[in-house]
């Protein structure tokens, strides 16, 4: 039986180039891509080998359906 999970993606801009693409909600599952597409897919692939490793060792898989996210802007000096 298939299932569908939400996860939130954060894409962070590198100074050399390209984009870092982690999932807070599965600790070690990182990636990189020259763009935000190749990021977002690479990220996409490795979501369902990380999925797909917690099936098969009879682990639960989390999911982002119950996390509300906000962004908090604070001013301070540098």
Same mark, same amino acid.
């Given at each position: 039986?298939?299932?569908? #999970?939400? %996860?939130?993606?954060?894409?962070?801009?590198?100074?050399?180039?390209?984009?870092?693409? #982690?999932?807070?909600?599965?600790?070690?599952?990182?990636? %990189?891509?020259?763009?935000?597409?190749?990021?977002?897919?690479?990220?996409?692939?490795?979501?369902?080998?990380?999925?797909?490793?917690?099936?098969?060792?009879?682990?639960?898989?989390?999911?982002?359906?119950?996390?509300?996210? #906000?962004?908090?802007?604070?001013?301070?000096?540098?």
């Amino acid at each position: 039986m298939e299932k569908n #999970y939400n %996860f939130r993606i954060m894409l962070r801009k590198e100074p050399e180039g390209g984009y870092t693409a #982690y999932v807070p909600s599965l600790p070690g599952c990182v990636t %990189f891509g020259d763009t935000i597409d190749e990021a977002t897919e690479m990220v996409r692939e490795a979501v369902e080998l990380y999925i797909e490793s917690l099936i098969e060792h009879g682990e639960p898989v989390p999911s982002d359906d119950e996390i509300l996210e #906000y962004n908090l802007q604070i001013k301070a000096q540098a």
